[in-house]
C-alpha cells in the first residue's frame, strides 16, 4: 500500500508563488518516476511536469519557464516551485508516483488526493 501525501495549495494573485510538496509512504522498495497533474474545472487532467528517478525532468508546453520540479530520493518526496502564477493555472493539483515492490518486477500507480491552486486577477 503506498500513500501520497500533499502541500502546499492555496490562493494567490496573479504573478505569485507556491511550492507544492507530495510525500510517499507505505510499503514499497522504491519510487520511480514522480510527476505533478492538474485539472481545471469542466476539463481533463493533464500532465504538469514529470521528473525520473535519475532526476530527468519534463514539463508542459504552457508551463516551462515558471515551473520547476525537484525531488529528494531519500525522502520519496517531489516538489513543484510554481512561479509567475496565472489565472489559467488554477486547477486541483495531483500528485502521482510510481512505486516498485523488493523483488517484484510490475511497478505500480498511486495518486494523492488534489491539493486545490487558485490564481486571481
Known amino acids: 500500500q503506498v500513500q501520497l501525501v500533499e502541500s502546499g495549495g492555496g490562493s494567490v494573485q496573479t504573478g505569485g508563488s507556491l511550492r507544492l510538496s507530495c510525500v510517499a509512504s507505505?510499503?514499497?522498495?522504491?519510487?520511480?518516476?514522480m510527476g505533478w497533474y492538474r485539472q481545471a474545472p469542466g476539463k481533463q487532467r493533464e500532465l504538469v511536469a514529470i521528473?525520473?528517478?535519475?532526476?530527468?525532468?519534463n514539463y508542459a508546453d504552457s508551463v516551462k519557464g515558471r515551473f520547476t520540479i525537484s525531488r529528494d530520493n531519500a525522502k520519496n518526496t517531489v516538489y513543484l516551485q510554481m512561479n509567475s502564477l496565472k489565472p489559467e493555472d488554477t486547477a486541483v493539483y495531483y500528485c502521482?508516483?510510481?512505486?516498485?515492490?523488493?523483488?517484484?518486477?510490475?511497478?505500480?500507480?498511486?495518486w494523492g488526493q488534489g491539493t486545490q491552486v487558485t490564481v486571481s486577477s
Open positions: 502521482n508516483a510510481e512505486t516498485r515492490r523488493l523483488l517484484s518486477s510490475s511497478p505500480s500507480t498511486s
Open positions: 507505505g510499503s514499497f522498495f522504491r519510487v520511480n518516476a
Open positions: 521528473i525520473t528517478h535519475e532526476s530527468t525532468t
